[in-house]
């Protein structure tokens, strides 16, 4: 083999030993990539720290004396979700104390709503304030810092129609009206908001569609925990809310458990088949059930004759109260439609407490 026909088989191998390289480093990177897809890594049990938890303390709508509904899986896919988590967080609730400034913390805040004067006493954590003239009445919790302000509707009645404002505009007074409170923290800012119409009907507000009908706009405020919502046990109604008029706040209510972000830990969850055989055995939360068109703020309710519900959707979320729970739990959020006996459909909203049986307290 002569000098020149070496070089160019050594210049022939050398290109053949490159490609072989390039192919091996780009097939492991690419391996590296698709291996966590075809086989993806086990994750650590869930660390359930907190031991067994207490049942989360859901209320629930009656139905009528005898209604045993037939519960049917109608999603899109005609099948339950299988893209649910095997395990979420659950948050410790920090627990309010009174201290030496409750008292003096609560004083101010009823000065910027515009009360003066020492308060009623109505228990050692519980004040009250009122304002005979405007018909105000404000309620704080000294030891939680949740208050009430109401406002006799008698004293509204001379509230135009058209009024109020939008219900953009609403939202951000609300916003900052609750900022200058300083009472709307991360969890709030970053959760949805929802702005609804109302008039004066009688002794009550009702909802209604157009600005012109309006005297007053309400606005929800929801946390968001884990990109989660966090709901109560009314689900068109959040925990922190705003009413607004033309020049006026007539009404407030915030109820807020703040959490500590240190003392969280993962549990697991009911399996989505483990849910469906709750549901169809009853145990499943209801909290909204009402024709589509009903006022989702009244407080009218009958108890209906439910033959079927169908269940288009299943989703986690949280629950929340305004009583003080020890823990912020997650929850299935089921959503759906109600018929009854002589075929009326009705929204369906219920919740169903979503840790595996096995760490809650009492459950089976």
Not at 49 to 60: Q, Y
Not at 271 to 294: H, Q, Y
Request: no cysteine; proline share 8%.
């Amino acid at each position: 083999m002569t000098l020149t026909e070496t070089a160019q088989l050594t210049k022939r191998s050398a290109v053949v030993l490159t490609v072989i390289l390039l192919a091996y480093f780009t097939s492991q990177a690419v391996w590296a990539r698709v291996k966590p897809i075809i086989f993806p890594p086990r994750l650590p049990p869930p660390e359930v720290a907190f031991g067994k938890l207490p049942t989360p303390a859901i209320p629930s709508l009656p139905l009528e004396e005898g209604a045993s509904p037939k519960y049917v899986v109608d999603t899109t896919t005609g099948r339950l979700p299988q893209d649910l988590p095997d395990r979420a967080k659950v948050y410790k609730i920090i627990l309010p104390k009174t201290t030496l400034l409750s008292s003096t913390r609560a004083k101010e805040l009823a000065t910027k709503l515009g009360f003066s004067g020492d308060p009623q006493r109505i228990s050692s954590s519980e004040y009250r304030w009122e304002k005979a003239e405007t018909g105000r009445t404000l309620k704080t919790n000294i030891t939680t810092g949740n208050f009430s302000l109401e406002t006799d509707i008698k004293k509204l009645s001379g509230l135009g129609s058209g009024s109020p404002p939008s219900t953009a505009a609403a939202v951000d007074q609300a916003q900052n009206f609750l900022q200058g409170l300083e009472s709307l923290d991360e969890s709030y800012l970053g959760g949805r908001r929802e702005a609804v119409y109302l008039k004066i009907d009688r002794a009550s507000l009702k909802k209604v569609e157009t600005l012109a009908e309006a005297q007053l706009t309400r606005v929800d405020f929801f946390r968001e925990i884990d990109e989660q919502p966090v709901v109560g046990a009314k689900p068109y109604r959040g925990l922190v809310s705003v009413v607004l008029g033309k020049d006026i706040i007539p009404f407030v209510f915030y109820y807020h458990w703040p959490l500590d972000p240190k003392q969280s830990t993962t549990y697991p969850l009911k399996s989505v088949e483990e849910v469906w055989s709750e549901v169809e055995r009853g145990r499943a939360r209801i909290t909204f059930l009402a024709p589509a068109d009903a006022d989702p703020f009244s407080s009218a309710y009958e108890p209906p004759d439910l033959t079927t519900i169908y269940v288009h959707q299943i989703s986690l979320g949280y629950f929340d109260s305004e009583k003080l729970q020890n823990y912020l739990q997650p929850i299935y959020i089921l959503e759906g439609l109600g018929l009854t006996a002589d075929r009326q459909q009705l929204k369906y909203i219920a919740y169903l407490p979503a840790i595996a049986s096995d760490w809650i307290a009492g459950e089976k």
